[in-house]
């Protein structure tokens, strides 16, 4: 059993910044890709950033240069800095992580963009 859980959303004026934290626990001790999904209202589930282990982050286009995913192997932890923030950047946030052909994701975090 994994259990991803998110922490650090919230309500942010434009321009500002947040930082997400994704915690794993449970039976997997180093996931094959780290990374964040997004969903907005009305909208399907894309990809913001996946992090695989060994290799380089991958960033949706409209990420690139606003937003840095790191992983830390040793705490099992990714995590998402967000900065220049937008009003569209508002959804939900979804942690995911991938072990073999098995797909986790967590609860996901409001992150609320104002303008």
């Known amino acids: 059993q994994v259990q991803l859980v998110e922490s650090g959303g919230g309500l942010v004026q434009t321009g500002g910044s947040l930082r997400l934290a994704c915690p794993a626990s449970?039976?997997?001790?180093?996931?094959?890709?780290m990374g964040w999904y997004r969903q907005a209202p009305g909208k399907q589930r894309e990809l913001v950033a996946v992090?695989?282990?060994?290799?380089?982050?991958n960033y949706a286009d409209s990420m690139k240069g606003r937003f840095t995913i790191s992983r830390d192997d040793a705490k099992n932890t990714v995590y998402l800095q967000m900065n220049s923030l937008k009003p569209e950047d508002t959804a939900v946030y979804y942690c995911?992580?991938?072990?073999?052909?098995?797909?986790?994701w967590g609860q996901g975090t409001q992150v609320t963009v104002s303008s």
């Open positions: 995911y992580a991938k072990w073999g052909t098995e797909h986790y």
């Open positions: 449970g039976s997997v001790s180093s996931f094959d890709a």
């Open positions: 992090v695989t282990s060994g290799g380089g982050p």
